[in-house]
T-cell receptor
Framework: GNSVTQMEGPVTLSEEAFLTINCTYT??????LFWYVQYPGEGLQLLLK?????DKGSNKGFEATYRKETTSFHLEKGSVQVSDSAVYFC??????????FGQGTRLTINP | EAQVTQNPRYLITVTGKKLTVTCSQN?????MSWYRQDPGLGLRQIYY???????DKGDVPEGYKVSRKEKRNFPLILESPSPNQTSLYFC??????????????FGPGTRLTVL
């Protein structure tokens, strides 16, 4: 079946550091790919998405490119802020709107 | 304001005592879903609904029931809760255009503890 694998957390960085959170997937066909973010005490919010190969999703300085050849959708940000501290989930969707999530990566940014 | 609401936000109960977690959305979405979040496992789908009176099992449906009598509401029912259902539960909704690209909107979560 479909699956998503994220890099193990937690990840701790200093403010203004470069961020990469790796995400790879296994799926038949052409799933849509998502990054969701969960701030402390809140539900999940869509951060960005890409619906076909080579698409780049971007939002709030974060980017991820749908790479079909490597089945990856790595999340990057050039300069993180303390306010980016959250749990990040990579997910794919295929068929009847069912989201398949990775295990989540907790990110902490220190000032 | 467009939103998904869940109640209660926190619940502590005992084994076997029936409970219902409510979910309501004000965006006229066709699709609604329940997920549970457990450490190291991410979110897993419990049940989903494509429209009124149409529901189906997700990946972990055992011990749960749902109903969809109105478009805006999608309650999750635990007839006889057990400690392994202690978890953080999220309701989500989205449009259903037939394409698997529509954004899902999540509620704030319900933290359930079963003693």
């Amino acid at each position: 079946g479909n699956s998503v694998t994220q890099m193990e957390g937690p990840v701790t960085l200093s403010e203004e550091a470069f961020l990469t959170i790796n995400c790879t997937y296994t799926a038949t066909g052409y799933p849509s790919l998502f990054w969701y973010v969960q701030y402390p005490g809140e539900g999940l919010q869509l951060l960005l998405k890409a619906t076909k190969a080579d698409d780049k999703g971007s939002n709030k300085g974060f980017e991820a490119t749908y790479r079909k050849e490597t089945t990856s959708f790595h999340l990057e940000k050039g300069s993180v802020q303390v306010s980016d501290s959250a749990v990040y989930f990579c997910a794919l969707i295929q068929g009847a709107q069912k989201l398949v999530f990775g295990q989540g990566t907790r990110l902490t940014i220190n000032p | 304001e467009a939103q998904v609401t869940q109640n209660p936000r926190y619940l502590i109960t005992v084994t076997g005592k029936k409970l219902t977690v409510t979910c309501s959305q004000n965006m006229n979405h066709e699709y609604m879903s329940w997920y549970r979040q457990d450490p190291g496992l991410g979110l897993r789908q419990i049940y989903y609904s494509m429209n009124v009176e149409v529901t189906d099992k997700g990946d972990v449906p055992e011990g749960y029931k749902v109903s969809r009598k109105e478009k805006r509401n999608f309650p999750l029912i635990l007839e006889s809760p057990s400690p392994n259902q202690t978890s953080l539960y999220f309701c989500a909704s989205s449009l259903w255009s037939g394409r698997a690209t529509d954004t899902q909107y999540f509620g704030p979560g319900t933290r359930l503890t079963v003693l």
